[in-house]
């Protein structure tokens, strides 16, 4: 038991010994922890710098490794030289760039002026290489006529092939060194020279090869607005101009991609050199146009006013080309003036040219149309294919003003009016007056006539015209649209004076040949002869009246108005010729002297028939010349 007491005692204190020892070594183990984490804390920011270090160390080794290069690459700066002055050959272009790319950078590690000073000259000689190179380019692209497809405009594309070599070249010429990217580079300012030079050279070429593409059809636009008419020849004018300035945003877009200098101020610059041959193009053609338009302003009035229209429809695409060119100046805005002015001036000048009509002299014999009656259709029936540049500048002259200062100013429109509505309003007062012009002057004329009848039949023939091709079958839908109310009434009204004045003329003595008078109421043989006596005059007018009208045809170019004043000319005189024929019927006649009458009175229907053209004659022609014979064999 001792033993065993002994053993157990002996084990407790192991024990003990045990467990001081281990708690001595975690202590020891947890000293040792904290001060491997206040060493790592310390060596971290060592082993950062370290790692900085070590990556600039690589970077100097490289850039070292290029210095060594470079300076290498001098042992053969002779041979490159010769590469440079020789210029860039044909499939070559990369390798003559690599050359030119070592020396400038060369030129940046190199520290000595005088090596730097030769390596800018052979720099300074490689650019010109290179934009001589360009300029070849472009003037064989700018070269030879370009190309007519017919009478139509070709819009010609740069070719591919060329555009395909010029890529690579621009894209190099742009990053040489210049004084705002290199203000130190030894060769910067002569590079700027050089390359604006060229870029000045491209504007040139383009500008005159532009000009060439469009100086035929220049040409072909004035002559031909001679023979042409106003309306057409205004179309062709805006095609141009509509080709003119797709000409000038296609080479703005090509300008872009192929200047070497594509600073925004430079761009603008050489845009406006570009532009100079073709703006002095569209001043010579704007010119010549204006220049034939004042030789004869009453015959090219609508040669006028369809540029003015062309001229308006172009302006904001003309000022969105010309606000790229970096100036002041507007040669559209200045030729929309020149051309406003002429238009302004055609609106009095026609209405004095229709005044002036009323003073000519007419023959005795003259009841066609009058030329200014055909002239003052066809200007009305053009007015809806200009209208927006007869409204602006009726608008501009102002209302009534086209009067030149005869009778009252009407005023002017509406403020509170749409621009539309006024400029409608104000061709309509226009239309009005000359209506009124015209008409008064159509009238005078007829009354220039010697003998009144004649006078008449062409003052109804004028108006019936006027009356047809404005109102009732215009030649141009829309001209209707411009004829107000108060000038329709003007119109109708004149028609029917001329229609009255027409049967005054023509009818009024055969009228007047059937009266009763005096002779009448006597008895006998008296009143017989006096019966007679009217039958006779009466017949004779009539013969007088079918010859006239065999000389003056009466609205001979519409069958449908003519016949209907046939009608009201059968209903006029035949009435009367009837109530005398019966009034003679009732008194002594012998057998044969009535059946002389009846007859009579059926060649007389015939006969008015026939001095009006009327349909009912031209079908019963058989019965006409049988009723002669029959007066004749009983007369």
């Known amino acids: 038991m001792d033993d065993d007491s002994a053993e157990i005692e002996l084990l407790e204190q192991n024990l003990n010994k045990t467990h001081q020892i281990s708690q001595r070594m975690t202590t020891i183990l947890t000293n040792f922890d904290t001060r491997l984490v206040k060493l790592e804390k310390s060596i971290l920011p060592l082993y950062n710098s370290t790692q900085k270090l070590k990556q600039r160390a690589h970077n100097i080794d490289r850039a070292l490794l290029k210095i060594d290069e470079v300076a290498s690459s001098q042992d053969g700066i002779a041979i490159e030289e010769g590469l440079v002055l020789r210029g860039p050959q044909l499939g070559q272009l990369e390798a003559?760039?690599?050359?030119?790319?070592?020396?400038?950078?060369?030129?940046?590690?190199?520290?000595?002026?005088?090596?730097?000073?030769?390596?800018?000259?052979?720099?300074?000689?490689?650019?010109?290489?290179?934009?001589?190179?360009?300029?070849?380019?472009?003037?064989?692209?700018?070269?030879?006529?370009?190309?007519?497809?017919?009478?139509?405009?070709?819009?010609?594309?740069?070719?591919?092939?060329?555009?395909s070599s010029l890529t690579p070249l621009v894209a190099f010429l742009r990053t040489l060194p210049l004084p705002s990217t290199h203000p130190s580079h030894p060769a910067a300012s002569a590079i700027l020279n050089t390359l604006k030079d060229a870029q000045r050279g491209y504007a040139d070429m383009r500008g005159s090869w532009s000009r060439k593409a469009l100086e035929m059809h220049s040409r072909r636009v004035v002559d031909r607005a001679e023979t042409l008419d106003g309306v057409a020849a205004g179309k062709e004018?805006?095609?141009?101009?509509?080709?003119?300035?797709?000409?000038?945003?296609?080479?703005?877009?090509?300008?872009?991609?192929?200047?070497?200098?594509?600073?925004?101020?430079?761009?603008?610059?050489?845009y406006d050199t570009l532009l100079t041959p073709l703006l002095t193009l569209f001043t010579d053609t704007l010119s010549s146009l204006t220049s034939l338009i004042k030789r004869s302003l009453h015959k090219y009035t609508f040669h006028a006013l369809s540029a003015f229209s062309a001229l308006t429809m172009s302006q904001g695409r003309w000022e969105s080309v010309l606000a790229r060119r970096g100036r002041e100046g507007n040669e559209l805005r200045?030729?929309?003036?020149?051309?406003?002015?002429?238009?302004?001036?055609?609106?009095?000048?026609?209405?004095?040219?229709?005044?002036?009509?009323?003073?000519?002299?007419?023959?005795?014999?003259?009841?066609?149309?009058?030329?200014?009656?055909?002239?003052?259709?066809?200007?009305?029936?053009?007015?809806?294919?200009?209208?927006?540049?007869?409204?602006?500048?009726?608008?501009?002259?102002?209302?009534?003003?086209?009067?030149?200062?005869?009778?009252?100013?009407?005023?002017?429109?509406?403020k509170s009016s749409s621009v539309e509505v006024n400029e409608k309003v104000l061709i309509q007062h226009f239309v009005y007056d000359v209506m009124n012009t015209l008409i008064g002057s159509l009238t005078t004329l007829s009354r220039t006539q010697r003998r009144p009848p004649f006078g008449s039949v062409?003052?109804?023939?004028?108006?019936?015209?006027?009356?047809?091709?404005?109102?009732?079958?215009?030649?141009?839908?829309?001209?209707?649209?411009?004829?107000?109310?108060?000038?329709t009434d003007f119109l109708t009204s004149s028609w029917r004076?001329?229609?009255?004045?027409?049967?005054?003329?023509?009818?009024?003595?055969?009228?007047?040949?059937?009266?009763d008078d005096a002779r009448d109421k006597t008895s006998g043989s008296g009143w017989k002869a006096a019966a007679k006596e009217k039958f006779t005059r009466f017949y004779d007018l009539l013969e007088e009246v079918g010859e006239r009208h065999r000389i003056?045809?009466?609205?001979?170019?519409?069958?449908?108005?003519?016949?209907?004043?046939?009608?009201?000319?059968?209903?006029?005189?035949?009435?009367?010729?009837?109530?005398?024929?019966?009034?003679?019927?009732?008194?002594?006649?012998?057998?044969?002297?009535l059946l002389a009458l009846v007859i009579y009175n059926e060649l007389t229907l015939h006969q008015i028939l026939k001095s009006v053209s009327h349909p009912v004659f031209l079908r019963e022609s058989a019965s006409f010349d049988n009723a002669s014979r029959r007066y004749q064999a009983v007369s």
């Open 458 to 487: 062409f003052l109804i023939n004028n108006v019936s015209h006027l009356v047809s091709h404005l109102v009732l079958r215009p030649t141009n839908p829309n001209t209707p649209s411009l004829l107000s109310k108060p000038t």
């Open 552 to 593: 003056a045809k009466v609205l001979d170019e519409d069958p449908e108005e003519r016949s209907a004043v046939g009608e009201e000319v059968v209903k006029l005189v035949v009435p009367s010729l009837q109530r005398f024929t019966q009034k003679q019927k009732e008194k002594e006649f012998s057998k044969s002297e």
């Open 497 to 515: 004076t001329a229609k009255a004045g027409y049967f005054d003329a023509s009818f009024s003595p055969l009228m007047q040949t059937l009266a």
């Open 96 to 163: 003559y760039i690599d050359i030119l790319e070592r020396l400038n950078a060369a030129i940046a590690f190199k520290s000595s002026d005088a090596d730097s000073r030769d390596m800018a000259r052979l720099i300074e000689t490689g650019a010109k290489k290179l934009t001589q190179l360009y300029t070849k380019l472009v003037a064989e692209g700018s070269s030879g006529s370009p190309p007519v497809s017919g009478l139509a405009f070709m819009l010609t594309e740069f070719p591919p092939s060329l555009m």
């Open 334 to 414: 200045d030729g929309l003036n020149a051309i406003r002015g002429v238009c302004l001036r055609s609106f009095p000048e026609f209405l004095a040219d229709l005044k002036l009509a009323a003073t000519g002299k007419g023959g005795d014999l003259s009841v066609s149309l009058a030329d200014i009656t055909i002239s003052t259709v066809q200007y009305l029936n053009r007015i809806p294919d200009v209208q927006d540049a007869v409204g602006s500048a009726l608008s501009a002259l102002g209302d009534g003003n086209w009067k030149m200062g005869d009778g009252k100013q009407v005023g002017k429109t509406s």
């Open 237 to 270: 004018f805006s095609i141009w101009i509509d080709n003119l300035l797709k000409v000038t945003e296609a080479e703005y877009t090509l300008l872009a991609e192929l200047a070497p200098l594509s600073s925004n101020t430079l761009i603008a610059s050489t």
